[in-house]
């Protein structure tokens, strides 16, 4: 996975992009996302989720069938549940939508505006911005040895102190592991590490 401050100076730039909101789902794989960027005002959020509108929503839908950018409002696809309407009357009124990556690891982001279309050249950005998020938070293939041996212990409910005994190590070297794991997988604790590890099949 790549440095976090580059994916910070491009979470930035998109919020700068998209003011009315945008909600980026990195490398999804059996429809949960590896990591979100979500900056949607939390009317919509609330709105949204407490309507289950994850699996209805046309966007997701597109993104899932479709690679590449497009408009909201050149969006062929039903909208049985006036998704996109709502989102209007929340301030989230112009919109893209852009998906990229395999569909077993697939990214898939929009942006809104309240006053006025995308440009072509903000959409192509918008991509390349997507294109490379998706590029710098690829899941590691691997952990080493030690890393995957200290985040069992952790796992299976061992103490820091006790898992360095087992390991017979000092507690700085396993918590150095840990944090060695932590920073690979790009997680903020060792409990989302050890999580992702087991999604990504590590543990």
């Known amino acids: 996975m790549g440095s976090k401050l580059e994916i910070d100076r491009l979470i930035r730039e998109l919020g700068a992009m998209s003011p009315a909101g945008y909600y980026i789902g990195v ?8 990591m979100t960027f979500n900056a949607y005002p939390q009317e919509w959020v609330d709105h949204y989720t407490e309507r289950a509108y994850a699996l209805r929503d046309p966007t997701t839908a597109w993104g899932f069938s479709c690679t590449g950018s497009t408009r909201w409002s050149e969006m062929t696809l039903p909208d049985p549940f006036g998704i996109l309407d ?3 009357d929340f301030g989230l009124k112009y919109g893209v939508t852009i998906s990229c990556g395999e569909i077993t690891s697939r990214t898939i982001g929009s942006a ?12 192509s950005r918008l991509n390349d911005m997507v294109n490379i998020l998706h590029d710098l ?4 293939e691997s952990l080493t040895h030690a890393q995957i041996k200290a985040l069992r212990l ?5 103490r820091h102190a006790a898992a360095a005994d087992k390991l017979g190590i000092s ?3 396993l918590k150095a592991r840990l944090t ?18 087991k999604d990504f099949r590590l543990l």
């Not at 505006?113 to 959409?123: L, S």
């Not at 952790?154 to 061992?158: N, Q, R, V």
């Not at 989302?192 to 590890?197: C, G, N, P, V, Y």
């Open 171 to 173: 507690e700085s070297a």
């Open 154 to 158: 952790i796992a299976a409910g061992d």
């Open 112 to 123: 809104a505006r309240q006053d006025r279309e995308f440009t072509e050249e903000e959409m």
């Open 137 to 140: 938070t690829e899941p590691q």
């Open 27 to 34: 490398h999804i794989r059996v429809a949960a996302p590896l």
């Open 180 to 197: 060695a794991a932590r920073r690979r997988l790009m997680a903020r604790t060792t409990a989302e590490a050890i999580q992702r590890a």
């Open 86 to 88: 709502q989102a209007a």
